[in-house]
C-alpha cells in the first residue's frame, strides 16, 4: 500500500480523445488519397464508438450526439463523399471534439483510498 492519494475520478476517454484528434489530424495529409484515407476513417469512427462507451459510462449522455456523428461521418462502410474546404474544417473540429470529450468525461475511481467512510 503507499502513502500516496489515489485521484477521486479517471479520465478514461482521455487517451482514446487524444489519439483520435492524431489521427483526424494526421489524415489531412491522406485526404487525396483514398485508400490510405480508408485506415483514416476506421481509426476515427471506432475510437469515437469506443469514446461513446466511456460518455455514457461516465453519464454525460451530450457527448455522445456528437461523437455518433462523427462515427457515422467517417465511417469506412457506406463512406460518404465529403471533399473541399468544409471536409478540412470538418477535420479540425472533429479533433477538437475528441479532445473536449476526452477532458471533460470523467468517472469516478472506485479504488479512491482517501475516501471517508
Same mark, same amino acid.
Given at each position: 500500500?503507499?502513502?500516496?492519494?489515489?485521484?477521486?475520478?479517471?479520465?478514461?476517454?482521455? #487517451?482514446?480523445?487524444?489519439? !483520435?484528434?492524431?489521427? $483526424?489530424?494526421?489524415?489531412?495529409?491522406?485526404? &487525396?488519397?483514398?485508400?490510405?484515407? $480508408?485506415?483514416?476513417? +476506421?481509426?476515427?469512427?471506432?475510437?469515437?464508438?469506443?469514446?461513446?462507451? +466511456? #460518455?455514457?459510462? #461516465?453519464?454525460?449522455?451530450? %457527448?455522445?450526439?456528437?461523437?455518433?456523428?462523427? !462515427?457515422?461521418? %467517417?465511417?469506412? =462502410?457506406?463512406?460518404?463523399a +465529403?471533399? !473541399?474546404? $468544409?471536409?478540412?474544417? /470538418?477535420?479540425?473540429? /472533429? #479533433?477538437i471534439?475528441?479532445?473536449? =470529450?476526452?477532458?471533460?468525461?470523467?468517472?469516478?475511481?472506485?479504488? &479512491?483510498?482517501?475516501?471517508r467512510?
Open positions: 500500500m503507499t502513502s500516496y492519494p489515489t485521484p477521486e475520478f479517471r479520465r478514461t476517454a482521455l #487517451a482514446p480523445g487524444i489519439l !483520435g484528434a492524431i489521427v $483526424l489530424l494526421a489524415g489531412l495529409a491522406l485526404l &487525396d488519397n483514398a485508400g490510405g484515407y $480508408l485506415f483514416i476513417r +476506421f481509426g476515427v469512427s471506432i475510437l469515437a464508438l469506443i469514446m461513446c462507451v +466511456f #460518455a455514457f459510462q #461516465a453519464r454525460q449522455w451530450w %457527448w455522445i450526439v456528437a461523437l455518433a456523428a462523427i !462515427g457515422v461521418a %467517417w465511417n469506412p =462502410v457506406v463512406p460518404f +465529403f471533399h !473541399g474546404q $468544409l471536409w478540412v474544417a /470538418a477535420q479540425f473540429v /472533429a #479533433a471534439v475528441f479532445v473536449a =470529450v476526452g477532458i471533460l468525461v470523467k468517472v469516478r475511481n472506485p479504488e &479512491d483510498r482517501n475516501r467512510p
